[in-house]
Every structure is written in C-alpha cells, then in structure tokens.
C-alpha cells in the first residue's frame, strides 16, 4: 500500500502563486508515475498535471494549466509538488495527488483509471 498526504492549498489572489506538496509513504518502490487533478464543485474530476516516477521524471500537463503549473518530484523524501502561478478563479478547486504503479505515459497517464492511490485533497480558492 501506499499512502499520500498532500498540503499547501488555501486562499490566494488571482495572479498570485500556491505550492502543493504531496508526501508517498509505504510501499513507493513500486509507483510509476504520480499526478495531480482537480475537481471543481459541481464538475467531474480532471487532470492537471502528472510526472514518471522513475527515470527522467517525464511531465505531462492539461492544456489549461501549461505555462503555468509545473510539477516535480524528489524522490529522496518520496514527495511530489505542483507550483502553480498566475493562478486564476477558475483554478478553484479540491487538488488530489494521485499516485500509479502500472506504466503510464502519454494520454494514459492523464486517466484517472491508471491511478491506483490518492490523496485526500487540499483545497485551493482562487479569489477575483
């Protein structure tokens, strides 16, 4: 099992910026690959950002958020994070980490089928 802790929402300006870190502990050898999506209330859950865990760290991003979301990881302390800027008030929403163990890659990587862990969601508003 593996077990992740985000944090690092709140309450920010639109333009400004909001880090999100997310914490694996457990049996993280086995991941693949770790992502983040959103969900906004009243709207399906979606992808906005994922990263391979191993190798090169490959990143992927939705197309609302390239430019100005970037995610990392650092796998010595088996933590991902999501820098977001020039955030905006559609950004709004509850941020899942999510993590998978099957390999992943291009548009599958952005399916929340091929995530086999999450997080339990910080939430980020965004203010006009």
């Known amino acids: 099992q593996v077990q992740l802790v985000e944090s690092g929402g709140g309450l920010v300006q639109a333009g400004g910026s909001l880090r999100l870190s997310c914490a694996a502990s457990g049996r993280t050898f086995v991941l693949s690959h770790m992502g983040w999506f959103r969900q906004a209330p009243g709207k399906e859950r979606e992808f906005v950002a994922a990263?391979?865990?191993?190798?090169?760290?490959?990143?992927y991003y939705a197309d609302s958020v390239k430019g100005r979301f970037t995610t990392s990881r650092d796998n010595a302390k088996n933590t991902v994070y999501l820098q977001m800027s020039s955030l905006k008030p559609e950004d709004t929403a509850v941020y899942y980490c999510?993590?998978?163990?099957?390999?992943?890659?291009?548009?599958?990587?952005?399916?929340?089928?091929?995530?086999?862990?999450w997080g339990q969601g910080t939430q980020v508003t965004v203010s006009s």
């Open positions: 999510a993590a998978g163990y099957v390999v992943a890659q291009g548009i599958t990587i952005m399916t929340s089928t091929k995530y086999n862990y």
């Open positions: 990263i391979t865990w191993r190798g090169t760290g490959t990143t």
